[in-house]
């Protein structure tokens, strides 16, 4: 038969620890909580790897063209002028001449008082006028230009209406059949240029 005062004991001792258990709702709150401190940990490592391949990649968005380790300028509107380019306004009288001929070149525009450049180019392949004599010479009947150009022939200053008119003297070489020549200026807008082109006709001499 078995001990009393000994079942008495183990009884007792399975009370105890039966009381020290906690209850099931309580067991439940700490799995969830548990369970919320992974997910959040997941997402923060998530976080952090998405954060580290942006600051990996910006470096080269910023990097040079063509090759060029320098960086980029941050903003170039404040180093360089904003071009707008335009055929309408810029005439040219006349249309047509010789190498050496003057043409008057007009139109408007510009900033008040401002300085107007004017000059003339042309793309690589445009055709050459040559003379007789320089056809004969080299042999063949039609020439291209080798590589494009652009050079600055004057410069005036426009009215206070923003127009201007200046008198240009073509270059006697090289000889192009169909240049462009152009007249460029600051705008009464803050940093902007406008560019204006036109074609004209050179005759060989």
Not at 10 to 35: D, M
Not at 44 to 64: E, I, Q, R, Y
Not at 134 to 163: M, R
Request: with cysteine; hydrophobic share 35%; glycine share 8%.
């Amino acid at each position: 038969m078995a001990d009393p005062e000994r079942s008495l004991r183990n009884l007792v001792e399975e009370g105890t620890r039966a009381s020290r258990q906690p209850p099931v709702a309580e067991l439940r709150r700490r799995a969830r909580r548990r369970r919320t401190f992974r997910e959040a940990a997941t997402v923060a490592a998530a976080a952090m790897a998405v954060a580290a391949t942006v600051v990996a990649v910006l470096p080269l968005v910023g990097s040079g063209r063509s090759g060029s380790s320098a960086p980029g300028p941050t903003t170039p509107s404040a180093l360089q002028p904003r071009v707008t380019e335009s055929t309408k306004s810029l005439v040219a009288s006349p249309t047509e001449t010789v190498p050496g001929g003057t043409i008057t070149l007009k139109g408007t525009g510009c900033a008040p008082g401002k300085a107007v450049s004017f000059g003339i180019r042309w793309d690589r392949g445009a055709k050459l006028s040559l003379s007789m004599e320089e056809k004969k010479a080299q042999g063949q009947p039609q020439t291209t230009a080798t590589a494009d150009g652009s050079y600055k022939l004057t410069s005036v200053k426009a009215l206070a209406t923003g127009s201007f008119e200046a008198r240009v003297t073509l270059p006697t070489t090289p000889v192009i059949n169909k240049p462009r020549l152009w007249a460029q200026c600051q705008t009464p807008a803050p940093a902007h240029q406008l560019t204006q082109y036109i074609s004209i006709l050179v005759h060989s001499a």
